[in-house]
């Protein structure tokens, strides 16, 4: 297998978790051999702090046939044309959520990744550390029969309260849905399938934030995008249920995802995070037993989605974090966002293709 030599595109507070599982785990599939940000002084520091041998501008970046993938970071709005520049230049991407901002700007990316041969993966890869892996394997296997419904529950209150700057999460292209949304419905794509139709609501709870962290406490931040949001989401399996997703609430004892069969119901911890107990309660009885885990995947980290990119373009076959996936999510939380907006059902019209689960038995992408 050829290991892809990666530069990072964006040094903010995400990548350090990048940098990190590149070295530590994910080093048989790819190395980091140089980044770039717009303020350089920031790729300076992530170059120092994790022996990065280069740092560049982004448009250097872009145009230096010594690297062959380029994991995109930046901030939502800029995500469209950091992919396809990658792509027109000869590169693979691997970018975070969300893939664009818009369906226009997802057909490019399709367009562009059709015309350069050269693959696009997007964030977030937690659906496959070890809690969702499991829980796709236990329902496949019957273990609370034909699944009823599900409930999703993302309650947080503004990033706002743990860091400086955070235009970004209240601006077009972020907010509670397009920000948070993805690591929910890729875990309920990934177990169910594709979704049919979404119904929605919401609001801007307060047109705007007041900063509360130092260095720049006290400053305001507008609000462009709803806060609290909730909607039925409907799958083409016909299996339908609901997720309530706000920047709005304090604390919560709801689960995060809780999915209902015939014979029990499962839960599910935050799919923002790799690892986490995985609880079942089956017929009648009222207690919850903590599921085992698929063990050689609860060490992930972000990441995994590049590794398992790497290792399928050497195999030729798709790989999971897919741009089919990740359009699909992406058109799933604009229908959320237009039926927030017209006060109905919305049909998605796009869909994806099963994604295969990460068996035990399978290479590991853990060193």
């Known amino acids: 297998m050829k290991k892809l030599r990666t530069g990072i595109m964006g040094c903010g ?44 501008s982004p448009d250097e970046m872009m145009r230096d046939d010594a690297i062959d993938l380029i994991i995109n970071l930046t901030v939502p709005k800029a995500h469209e044309q950091v992919i396809i520049s990658g792509l027109e230049n000869g590169k693979h991407v691997y970018t975070e959520k969300p893939l664009a901002m818009s369906r226009l700007g997802v057909e490019k990316i399709i367009k562009a990744a059709e015309y350069s041969g050269k693959r696009v993966g997007c964030a977030p890869d937690t659906f496959m550390g070890a809690p969702i892996q499991t829980v796709k394997k236990m329902i496949e296997t019957g273990w609370i029969g034909d699944i009823v419904g599900f409930s999703a529950n993302c309650p947080l209150r503004g990033n706002e309260y743990h860091r400086p700057d955070v235009e970004f999460f209240y601006e077009k292209g972020a907010g509670p849905i397009l920000d948070m949304a993805p690591y929910y419905l890729n875990a309920l794509v990934f177990i169910m399938g594709p979704v049919e139709s979404v119904t929605g609501a919401g609001r801007i709870t307060w047109p705007t934030r007041t900063i509360k962290v130092a260095p720049r406490r006290g400053e305001s ?117 237009e039926s927030i907006n017209t006060g109905g059902r919305v049909r998605v019209e796009s869909s994806c293709a099963p994604i295969s689960g990460l068996w035990v038995g399978e290479e590991t992408f853990n060193n």
């Open 13 to 56: 507070e995400i990548s350090s978790h990048y940098f990190k599982s590149a070295k530590e785990i994910y080093s048989d599939f790819y190395s980091v051999v140089a980044c770039a940000d717009l303020a350089e002084e920031r790729a300076n520091s992530r170059a120092c702090e994790f022996s990065v041998g280069r740092v560049i």
């Open 221 to 337: 931040v507008p609000v462009e995008v709803p806060t609290y949001t909730a909607a039925i989401i409907q799958f083409e399996s016909g299996v339908f249920g609901t997720f309530t997703n706000t920047f709005d609430v304090w604390n919560s004892k709801m689960p995060n995802i809780e999915i209902y069969g015939e014979k029990g119901t499962i839960v599910l911890p935050d799919p923002n995070r790799y690892q986490g107990d995985v609880l079942i309660s089956r017929f009648q009885d009222k207690t919850w037993q903590i599921c085992p885990l698929l063990n050689e995947y609860a060490n992930n980290m972000r990441g995994a989605a590049v590794a398992d990119m790497v290792r399928s373009i050497d195999m030729r076959a798709p790989h999971r974090a897919g741009l089919e996936l990740a359009a699909h999510v992406t058109d799933v939380m604009l229908c959320m966002e």
